[in-house]
Structure formats: structure tokens, C-alpha cells
């Protein structure tokens, strides 16, 4: 930013007026003798007590009480000596009490000599006399003329030096000037009341009256401060209220940053401000904003403010400067300290979220003591609110950008994608669902699934999802209108708490792989018939050949029974197969009630014995009953005993198998509960594929085809019910798998 006291204009001047004044004093002066100059040993000094007396009225106006000084001296011992008072008082004040640098102690000696000077002839010239004996009103008169040609010299200069540096002269004009000059107005009658006093009674009585006048200021002073304190306290507090709740509701950064900016403008005098955000893992300040009085500055950064701003973070240190002399032992120091334009005041406080530092606010004010240390806790406040929103407008924008990556990586996907929460409300779609379905994110987001998409399947497993129903993994199939097949899998979402959060569907074209399987369904259906009977043929022929053979040695009984069990085997293949043909061709026609707690006794019966066999203990357990279905018995019962018989296979000897039959609301519930290998969940979803085989450890020796679990799920799904498997593939803590069907 362009500093206004590096302008040429002004520091001529400044210079100027102190050439014109100061040489007009000497002109005037250099005859006197020695002992005319002694006053000024005493009135200086009064001069400069007096000015600490600044007076600060609303609006950012301030009053010295030097006028009354001033005028007092130019009443009692004439215009030059008041002249040479003003302007080497107010030089030392400017220079070592308030340090503002030579141009502005120039500009103001220069000036004050002029003021006092010219008021003090032009009081002569009206027949104002000095040392001024008596108060008649023509005296009084006199002497308002004196202030008042004083205070014209006082408000052009002042006037001039606005307009060089390119700030409002109407404003001054209007609003300022009056309103001093009406006050001291006031200080004349005050002034001139002390010069005759001092001419009359002696300088006892005008010390005394001094005394007496100080005394009343100064308490005025005081008690204005502490009402000031107070409101400012109140007007803190209602700020803080206010700009918190509005900095929470945010959730731009942008508008953010403007509403810290009006936050902090309202609560503090701060005629700059940066607000610096940092970040962490890049180590530098990500982004800085400046403001001024009328908002919105610029976003280039300015230098030494997002220079202190970064050396607070770093340090995690807070800074509050009072005064020029404060602000200049600042850690990092402002160019042109000590100008009039450098800043008086600063005050800088931390962002802190969560224990770190995520920025810092720094304010400056041209003014000294424009920040308290009540008003550095407000800031910190007001600070850690901003931060808290900025984490929250963080936060946001990584959720926002996650959501763009995941939604750009679920639109990459070629199968289609529903996931929904846990009433059946859809969440998320993809392209691909879009597309497969013709559907449009408004018209799909929040709705409930089941009135979302049109197709029967996906409208059951969304009614079920809703109801509560579903438990594990499905699969189901489905065909589209266009002959297409589709092969959904559903799986519940789970959080990182391991709670479940929702379902997600992913639909597969499987047109291809139908297509090959009907036609793997046909060459087995073929193959299957035209091998059966020879086969049976030949193992009938096998076992009569045995029979008719004399007696055999140990390798050749070997050798049979190999022969035999692999004969075994292929029937028992075939048979599968045959099975799962017919389960597929849906060809069990007879629809009868059944009941499933009856069906899973003569199951358990029926594989006793091989559960025996391997030490196991196989029991079956029907809570109340009956439970009925309707459905076929014989293929409720197979699927019951390839459940079994899968139990027993794959769980080692001495464990436990527990058949379970309950009803709850309007479904049949039947499950197998074993303590053997268990299944890997990773492998979970392939189980019920065809010819699909786990190859677990603990599981080499076990002979099987890959047929049995996919017969069961044909099978129950045919019943109108779902199959799923809960395991968490440990060793010795098995595998329970449940059967749900429609109770009658
Ligand atoms: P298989 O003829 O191989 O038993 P299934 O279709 O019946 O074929 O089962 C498919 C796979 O599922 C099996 O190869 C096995 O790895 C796994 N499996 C089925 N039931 C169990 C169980 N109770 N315990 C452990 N694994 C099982």
C-alpha cells in the first residue's frame, strides 16, 4: 500500500509552514531581552501537562486543553512569546510523547507558531491589549477574536493537509471543525478568566484555579472511562453473540472471511485488518485477506501485517501493541514506523481449532490505546469461532471433493450401483443405474427405492429392505424387458464402527454368462441322460463281474473298490446334476404344506448316522411349531440335507451341528449351525455360484462338486425365500447357514 507520509506535496508542507512560522517568530522576536523569555521554563512544561488531558469525542475527534494555555499566555504576555509556547510544546509532544516523526512534528510547530501568532496581532490590531487587566465584554470579545482567527489559521492548515492526503474535506469541514470549535469556544472564557485572574490576584490563584480545573477533568475523564468500559463490555459481548451465530452459519470461505471482517469492524476500531489462514501441511500461509475501513481491500498480501501474522502462528504468540513505542518493538515492525500514518495500535490474535493453529486476525489503528486487553480476549474469542467455522467450511469442501472423486469413480463403473439407507431410501446412484433405468437423481435421491425403480425383483428386495428383512448378502437374478439378464448382488454397507449404515446393489450384465450357461444347462441335461444309464449299466455289470470272480488278491480288492467308489462319485455327480436341472427348470410341480419342523427331523435322521460316524453331535432343535410353508417337500428337504451334509463334511471330527426351526412374524426361519472350518467372508458372496468350491485349508481331503449350495438357493428361492450365510471364516468357530421362507 502507498504510504500518504511518503508524498512529496505533504512534506513540503509540513517543512513549509515551519520555515513560514518558525521564520516569522524569529523576525518578530530576535530583539527581546534575556528575562522575556523565562515564562516559558514554566509554561511549556504547563503546556505539555495540559495536552496529556486529550479529550476523545464520539466520532474520533479529539480535544487538548492546550487551547486554554495558549490562549491564557498570549493574553497575559502577547502573541509572540504564546507562539514560540505552542509551537515548542507541541514539537516536543509530537517528537518524544506521541513519536511521530519529524514531518508531523514540523507540519504541527510550524502551524501552532502561525495559529498564535497571527491571532495574537490580529487581537492587537482589534485594541486587545496585554497583559490583559480587566473582563468587560468588549475584552472577552477581543479575545474570541483572537481564538477564532487562531482557529482559521488551525482549519486551513489542517484543511490543506487533508487534501494532500486525499481524504474528505467536507468531512472535516462538516463534521469535525464545528464541532471542536464550538467546545473551545468555551475554553476562551476559561482562558481569559485565568489571564486576568493572573494579572489581578497573582499566580497563586491561577495555579490554584488550573489545579482545580485539572482536578474536575481528570475526573470526568475517569468516570467516562469507566461508563465507555462498560458499554464497550456490553456492545462485546452482544457483538460476540451476534457474529458467532452468524460465522457458524456459514459455510463459504469467502463470505466467511467478510463476516470475521465485519465481526471484528463492529467490536473494534481497526482501520486494517488481515485475516491469514494457514496451512499445516504445506508449512506457509494459504491464503490472506485485507481490509480496510471500507471493506474488502485486496487479496494481494500486505507485507508486514501477513508477515506478523505468519510469525504468530509459528510462534503461537499473540501480540498487543498500545502505542507507537510498543508497536515498534513489535517482533516485526511496520515500514515508516514512527509517521504519523504508522499504525499506533495493533493487535493480533491466533485461529486455533482443535488445539492447532489454523490462522491469525491482525487489526491496526492509526490511534494509540484503539485496543485493550479486554478487547484482545474478544478477539481470541471472536478468532476461535472464525476458526471453528473455517474447519467446518474445511471439512465441507474435503467432503464435497470426496464426493466429486467417489461419484466420478462410481460413473466409471460399469455395473449399476443403488445404495440405500437403512429404511430403503436411496442415497447414491450411478450413470450406469441411470442409464439401465431411466432415472434422474432428483427423482431418485431421498425416495424410497421400491418406488424409484420399476422392476418386480429389485421392488421385493427393496420392500424387504425397508421392512427390516434382510440380514446378509444376497444375490438375486433378474431379467429386463429386452431379454437382458441381470445378476444383482446386495451387501450391506458397514461403518468403520462395524454398524450397518445402509445396502448397496450392484447390478451386473449377465446376459453373456446366461447365455453360455443355458447352453452348459443343456449340454449337462444331454450328457447327463445319455451317461446315466450306461453307467448304471456298467457298475451293475461291475458288481456282478465281482461277484462271479473267485478269490481276489489284496491289490486287486484295491483296485475294485477304487473302481467302485469313483463309480459311486460320477453317479452321485449326475444325480446333482439331474437335481439342479430339474430345480432350474422349475419342474416340481406339487405345491403342498409343509411343515419345515417335521422336514428338518427327518433330515437330521436321515444323516445320523454319518454324523455318527465322524463323532459328531448332530441334534435338531423346533422351537413350538407347526411351521408351515407351502412349497415341495422333497426339494425343501434336499435343500435342508445338502445343508447337512455340508456341515458334516466340512466340520472335523468331535464337532457340533445344530439344526434350528423357528417362526417369527409371517416367515419360517431354518438354520444350520456348524463348528467347522468356517468360510472366509471374502469368498462368502461366490458359495452359491455353480460349481464353485472353496478351497480353504482343512478342506483337501473333502470330496464334493460345487453343486449343493446353488441347488439350495435355487430351491429356496423358488419357495419364494432367501439363503445366507453368516461365518467369520475361523477355524473351530463355523458357519451358520440360514433359510428364510414365507410361513403359510
Ligand atoms: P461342495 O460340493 O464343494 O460341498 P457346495 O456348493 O455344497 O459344494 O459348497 C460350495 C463351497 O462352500 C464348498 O466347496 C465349501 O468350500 C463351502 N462350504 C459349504 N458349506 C460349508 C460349511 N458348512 N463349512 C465350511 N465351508 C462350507
Same mark, same amino acid.
Given at each position: 500500500?502507498?504510504?500518504?507520509?511518503?508524498?512529496?506535496?505533504?512534506?513540503?508542507?509540513?517543512?513549509?509552514?515551519?520555515?513560514?512560522?518558525?521564520?516569522?517568530?524569529?523576525?518578530?522576536?530576535?530583539?527581546?531581552?534575556?528575562?522575556?523569555?523565562?515564562?516559558?521554563?514554566?509554561?511549556?512544561?504547563?503546556?505539555?501537562?495540559?495536552?496529556?488531558?486529550?479529550?476523545?469525542?464520539?466520532?474520533?475527534?479529539?480535544?487538548?486543553?492546550?487551547?486554554?494555555?495558549?490562549?491564557?499566555?498570549?493574553?497575559?504576555?502577547?502573541?509572540?512569546?504564546?507562539?514560540?509556547?505552542?509551537?515548542?510544546?507541541?514539537?516536543?509532544?509530537?517528537?518524544?510523547?506521541?513519536?511521530?516523526?519529524?514531518?508531523?512534528?514540523?507540519?504541527?510547530?510550524?502551524?501552532?507558531?502561525?495559529?498564535? +501568532?497571527? &491571532? #495574537? @496581532?490580529? =487581537?492587537?490590531?482589534?485594541?486587545?491589549?496585554?497583559? $490583559?487587566?480587566?473582563?468587560?465584554?468588549? /475584552? !472577552?470579545?477581543?479575545?474570541?477574536?483572537?481564538?477564532?482567527?487562531?482557529?482559521?489559521?488551525?482549519?486551513?492548515?489542517?484543511?490543506?493537509?487533508?487534501?494532500?492526503?486525499?481524504?474528505?474535506?467536507?468531512?472535516?469541514?462538516?463534521?469535525?471543525?464545528?464541532?471542536?470549535?464550538?467546545?473551545?469556544?468555551?475554553?476562551?472564557?476559561?482562558?481569559?478568566?485565568?489571564?486576568?485572574?493572573?494579572?489581578?490576584?497573582?499566580?497563586?490563584?491561577?495555579?490554584?484555579?488550573?489545579?482545580?480545573?485539572?482536578?474536575?477533568?481528570?475526573?470526568?475523564?475517569?468516570?467516562?472511562?469507566?461508563?465507555?468500559?462498560?458499554?464497550?463490555?456490553?456492545? +462485546?459481548? &452482544? #457483538? @460476540?453473540? =451476534?457474529?458467532?451465530?452468524?460465522?457458524?452459519?456459514? $459455510?463459504?470461505?469467502?463470505?466467511?472471511? /467478510? !463476516?470475521?471482517?465485519?465481526?471484528?469492524?463492529?467490536?473494534?476500531?481497526?482501520?486494517?485488518?488481515?485475516?491469514?489462514?494457514?496451512?499445516?501441511?504445506?508449512?506457509?500461509?494459504?491464503?490472506?485477506?485485507?481490509?480496510?475501513?471500507?471493506?474488502?481491500?485486496?487479496?494481494?498480501?500486505?507485507?508486514?501485517?501477513?508477515?506478523?501474522?505468519?510469525?504468530?502462528?509459528?510462534?503461537?504468540?499473540?501480540?498487543?501493541?498500545?502505542?507507537?513505542?510498543?508497536?515498534?518493538?513489535?517482533?516485526?515492525?511496520?515500514?515508516?514506523?514512527?509517521?504519523?500514518?504508522?499504525?499506533?495500535?495493533?493487535?493480533?490474535?491466533?485461529?486455533?481449532?482443535?488445539?492447532?493453529?489454523?490462522?491469525?486476525?491482525?487489526?491496526?489503528?492509526?490511534?494509540?490505546?484503539?485496543?485493550?486487553?479486554?478487547?484482545?480476549?474478544?478477539?481470541?474469542?471472536?478468532?476461535?469461532?472464525?476458526?471453528?467455522?473455517?474447519?467446518?467450511?474445511?471439512?465441507?469442501?474435503?467432503?464435497?471433493?470426496?464426493?466429486?472423486?467417489?461419484?466420478?469413480?462410481?460413473?466409471?463403473?460399469?455395473?449399476?450401483?443403488?445404495?440405500?439407507?437403512?429404511?430403503?431410501?436411496?442415497?447414491?446412484?450411478?450413470?450406469?443405474?441411470?442409464?439401465?433405468?431411466?432415472?434422474?437423481?432428483?427423482?431418485?435421491?431421498?425416495?424410497?427405492?421400491?418406488?424409484?425403480?420399476?422392476?418386480?425383483?429389485?421392488?421385493?428386495?427393496?420392500?424387504?429392505?425397508?421392512?427390516?428383512?434382510?440380514?446378509?448378502?444376497?444375490?438375486?437374478?433378474?431379467?429386463?424387458?429386452?431379454?437382458?439378464?441381470?445378476?444383482?448382488?446386495?451387501?450391506?454397507?458397514?461403518?468403520?464402527?462395524?454398524?450397518?449404515?445402509?445396502?448397496?446393489?450392484?447390478?451386473?450384465?449377465?446376459?453373456?454368462?446366461?447365455?453360455?450357461?443355458?447352453?452348459?444347462?443343456?449340454?449337462?441335461?444331454?450328457?447327463?441322460?445319455?451317461?446315466?444309464?450306461?453307467?448304471?449299466?456298467?457298475?451293475?455289470?461291475?458288481?456282478?463281474?465281482?461277484?462271479?470272480?473267485?478269490?481276489?488278491?489284496?491289490?486287486?480288492?484295491?483296485?475294485?473298490?477304487?473302481?467302485?467308489?469313483?463309480?459311486?462319485?460320477?453317479?452321485?455327480?449326475?444325480?446333482?446334476?439331474?437335481?439342479?436341472?430339474?430345480?432350474?427348470?422349475?419342474?416340481?410341480?406339487?405345491?403342498?404344506?409343509?411343515?419345515?419342523?417335521?422336514?428338518?427331523?427327518?433330515?437330521?435322521?436321515?444323516?445320523?448316522?454319518?454324523?455318527?460316524?465322524?463323532?459328531?453331535?448332530?441334534?435338531?432343535?423346533?422351537?413350538?411349531?407347526?411351521?408351515?410353508?407351502?412349497?415341495?417337500?422333497?426339494?425343501?428337504?434336499?435343500?435342508?440335507?445338502?445343508?447337512?451334509?455340508?456341515?458334516?463334511?466340512?466340520?472335523?471330527?468331535?464337532?457340533?451341528?445344530?439344526?434350528?426351526?423357528?417362526?417369527?412374524?409371517?416367515?419360517?426361519?431354518?438354520?444350520?449351525?456348524?463348528?467347522?472350518?468356517?468360510?472366509?467372508?471374502?469368498?462368502?458372496?461366490?458359495?452359491?455360484?455353480?460349481?464353485?468350491?472353496?478351497?480353504?485349508?482343512?478342506?483337501?481331503?473333502?470330496?464334493?462338486?460345487?453343486?449343493?449350495?446353488?441347488?439350495?438357493?435355487?430351491?429356496?428361492?423358488?419357495?419364494?425365500?432367501?439363503?445366507?450365510?453368516?461365518?467369520?471364516?475361523?477355524?473351530?468357530?463355523?458357519?451358520?447357514?440360514?433359510?428364510?421362507?414365507?410361513?403359510?
Amino acid at each position: 500500500m502507498k504510504r500518504v507520509e511518503d508524498s512529496l506535496a505533504l512534506r513540503l508542507f509540513a517543512w513549509g509552514l515551519l520555515l513560514v512560522g518558525g521564520g516569522l517568530l524569529i523576525l518578530f522576536s530576535y530583539r527581546f531581552p534575556l528575562h522575556v523569555w523565562l515564562p516559558l521554563l514554566f509554561l511549556v512544561p504547563l503546556a505539555l501537562l495540559v495536552d496529556s488531558f486529550t479529550f476523545q469525542l464520539a466520532g474520533g475527534v479529539y480535544l487538548s486543553f492546550e487551547t486554554v494555555v495558549c490562549l491564557f499566555c498570549a493574553l497575559l504576555l502577547g502573541p509572540v512569546i504564546a507562539a514560540w509556547m505552542a509551537s515548542i510544546g507541541v514539537l516536543l509532544d509530537e517528537l518524544f510523547l506521541l513519536r511521530r516523526g519529524p514531518h508531523v512534528a514540523a507540519r504541527s510547530a510550524g502551524m501552532y507558531a502561525l495559529m498564535w +501568532l497571527v &491571532g #495574537g @496581532l490580529a =487581537y492587537q490590531a482589534v485594541g486587545g491589549t496585554f497583559p $490583559l487587566m480587566q473582563l468587560e465584554w468588549i /475584552d !472577552l470579545l477581543r479575545a474570541l477574536f483572537l481564538f477564532l482567527v487562531a482557529a482559521l489559521v488551525n482549519r486551513t492548515a489542517m484543511g490543506i493537509e487533508r487534501l494532500l492526503r486525499g481524504l474528505s474535506l467536507r468531512e472535516y469541514l462538516v463534521y469535525i471543525a464545528p464541532r471542536t470549535l464550538l467546545i473551545e469556544i468555551g475554553f476562551v472564557v476559561i482562558g481569559a478568566v485565568m489571564a486576568v485572574t493572573y494579572t489581578r490576584i497573582g499566580p497563586i490563584a491561577v495555579t490554584l484555579l488550573m489545579a482545580v480545573m485539572l482536578l474536575a477533568l481528570a475526573m470526568f475523564r475517569q468516570l467516562r472511562e469507566v461508563s465507555q468500559k462498560l458499554e464497550r463490555r456490553l456492545a +462485546l459481548l &452482544g #457483538g @460476540l453473540n =451476534y457474529v458467532g451465530r452468524l460465522i457458524g452459519a456459514s $459455510l463459504e470461505l469467502d463470505r466467511l472471511l /467478510d !463476516l470475521v471482517y465485519e465481526g471484528v469492524s463492529n467490536l473494534f476500531d481497526a482501520s486494517l485488518l488481515c485475516i491469514a489462514l494457514y496451512d499445516p501441511e504445506r508449512k506457509e500461509l494459504s491464503c490472506q485477506v485485507l481490509y480496510d475501513k471500507n471493506g474488502r481491500h485486496m487479496d494481494q498480501p500486505h507485507e508486514w501485517l501477513s508477515e506478523l501474522a505468519a510469525y504468530l502462528v509459528e510462534r503461537r504468540e499473540l501480540v498487543l501493541a498500545r502505542n507507537a513505542e510498543e508497536v515498534g518493538r513489535l517482533p516485526v515492525s511496520p515500514e515508516g514506523a514512527g509517521s504519523s500514518e504508522a499504525p499506533q495500535s495493533v493487535l493480533g490474535v491466533l485461529m486455533m481449532s482443535k488445539g492447532r493453529a489454523v490462522g491469525a486476525i491482525v487489526a491496526q489503528s492509526p490511534r494509540p490505546d484503539a485496543f485493550a486487553q479486554e478487547d484482545q480476549e474478544a478477539m481470541m474469542t471472536l478468532a476461535n469461532q472464525a476458526a471453528i467455522a473455517l474447519e467446518n467450511v474445511r471439512l465441507f469442501r474435503e467432503v464435497e471433493q470426496s464426493r466429486g472423486y467417489l461419484r466420478a469413480v462410481l460413473d466409471a463403473v460399469d455395473n449399476a450401483l443403488v445404495v440405500t439407507d437403512m429404511s430403503g431410501r436411496v442415497r447414491l446412484i450411478n450413470r450406469a443405474v441411470k442409464e439401465l433405468f431411466g432415472l434422474s437423481e432428483e427423482r431418485a435421491l431421498g425416495y424410497p427405492l421400491r418406488e424409484v425403480v420399476r422392476h418386480p425383483v429389485l421392488v421385493g428386495l427393496a420392500e424387504r429392505i425397508a421392512r427390516g428383512e434382510v440380514v446378509g448378502s444376497e444375490v438375486v437374478q433378474m431379467e429386463l424387458d429386452d431379454g437382458r439378464a441381470l445378476m444383482g448382488y446386495l451387501d450391506p454397507v458397514i461403518d468403520p464402527q462395524r454398524e450397518r449404515i445402509g445396502y448397496v446393489i450392484a447390478l451386473a450384465d449377465v446376459t453373456a454368462i446366461h447365455e453360455l450357461s443355458e447352453l452348459k444347462s443343456t449340454m449337462i441335461r444331454v450328457a447327463s441322460h445319455d451317461l446315466r444309464n450306461p453307467l448304471h449299466l456298467a457298475a451293475g455289470f461291475f458288481r456282478i463281474l465281482l461277484d462271479d470272480l473267485p478269490q481276489l488278491s489284496e491289490l486287486q480288492k484295491d483296485l475294485a473298490h477304487r473302481v467302485q467308489t469313483n463309480l459311486d462319485t460320477i453317479g452321485r455327480l449326475i444325480d446333482e446334476l439331474l437335481n439342479l436341472e430339474r430345480v432350474e427348470e422349475a419342474q416340481f410341480t406339487r405345491q403342498e404344506p409343509v411343515d419345515m419342523g417335521a422336514v428338518a427331523q427327518e433330515v437330521v435322521q436321515s444323516q445320523f448316522l454319518r454324523a455318527e460316524l465322524k463323532r459328531q453331535r448332530l441334534w435338531v432343535e423346533v422351537e413350538g411349531g407347526p411351521h408351515r410353508v407351502k412349497g415341495n417337500r422333497r426339494m425343501l428337504a434336499q435343500a435342508l440335507t445338502n445343508l447337512v451334509d455340508n456341515a458334516i463334511k466340512y466340520t472335523p471330527e468331535g464337532g457340533e451341528i445344530e439344526v434350528r426351526v423357528r417362526s417369527e412374524g409371517k416367515r419360517v426361519f431354518l438354520s444350520v449351525r456348524d463348528t467347522g472350518v468356517g468360510i472366509p467372508p471374502e469368498v462368502q458372496p461366490r458359495i452359491f455360484e455353480q460349481f464353485f468350491r472353496a478351497r480353504q485349508p482343512g478342506t483337501e481331503e473333502v470330496s464334493g462338486t460345487g453343486v449343493g449350495l446353488s441347488l439350495v438357493q435355487q430351491i429356496v428361492q423358488q419357495h419364494g425365500g432367501q439363503v445366507w450365510v453368516e461365518s467369520e471364516g475361523i477355524p473351530g468357530k463355523g458357519s451358520t447357514f440360514h433359510i428364510a421362507l414365507p410361513a403359510l
